[in-house]
């Protein structure tokens, strides 16, 4: 069955660290990868995406996130967290529809 | 500005009622989507289409229908809304699976 998991729930850093937010993928087929971020009150933005290419991809707002097929992963970093960061983050994969399966969600806290 | 707009940010309604949920974009894309989105739940898509007049069930179509008379809106109805109903709604767009979804700010349902 296709399946995205993020792993945790919740993460807290403090402003200036690095951040990674994992995602795992089960899909039968080459996989299209997204992030998306939400920020309180508001609807989902795309952060990055993967369908080809160059296995590390740059986003907005200073992300990136990498794809390994080996591991069925594509893990989002960020070298310096900022405040406004704070937002929950949805990993999504599709394919060969337009149909996307989003997993449960990532709620990053940042403390100053 | 490219955009998905859905017509209520916040909705109060009563148990019984038929509710509507308007949502437009005027990107021209030809895929358009609902979803609901939950607490640890993640987003579950409902309904969904590839052209007007046309609908696809998505995983949790029950208790919903939609409506798609023209490309740019694509319409969600809660026949007789429940308050297992209550829930943000989050309706999105797509040109292709490669693209990724644009997303609207949403519209938080309480039925009572």
């Known amino acids: 069955a296709q399946s995205v998991t993020q792993p945790d729930i919740h993460i807290t850093v403090s402003e200036g660290a690095s951040l990674e937010l994992r995602c795992n993928y089960s899909?039968?087929?080459?996989?299209?990868l997204f992030w998306y971020v939400q920020s309180p009150g508001q609807g989902l933005q795309l952060l990055l995406k993967y369908f080809s290419g160059d296995t590390l991809v740059q986003g907005i707002k200073g992300f990136e996130a990498e794809f390994k097929r080996s591991q069925s992963s594509f893990n989002l970093r960020k070298p310096s967290v900022h405040w406004s960061d704070a937002a929950e983050y949805f990993c999504?994969?599709?394919?060969?529809?337009?149909?996307?399966?989003f997993g449960t969600g990532t709620r990053l806290q940042v403390f100053p | 500005d490219v955009k998905v707009t859905q017509s209520s940010r916040y909705l109060v309604k009563r148990t019984g009622e038929k509710v509507f949920l308007e949502c437009v974009q005027d990107m021209d894309h030809e895929n358009m989507f609902w979803y609901r989105q939950d607490p640890g739940l993640g987003l579950r898509l409902i309904y969904f289409?590839?052209?007007?007049?046309?609908?696809e069930k998505g995983d949790i179509p029950e208790g919903y229908s939609v409506s798609r008379e023209k490309k740019e809106r694509f319409s969600l109805i809660l026949e007789s809304a429940s308050t297992n109903q209550t829930s943000m709604y989050l309706c999105?767009?797509?040109?292709?699976?490669?693209?990724?979804?644009?997303f609207g700010s949403g519209t938080r349902l309480t039925v009572v």
């Open positions: 999105a767009s797509s040109s292709g699976q490669s693209n990724g979804y644009t």
């Open positions: 899909y039968g087929a080459t996989p299209y």
């Open positions: 289409s590839y052209d007007v007049k046309m609908k």
């Open positions: 999504a994969v599709g394919g060969n529809t337009d149909k996307l399966i």
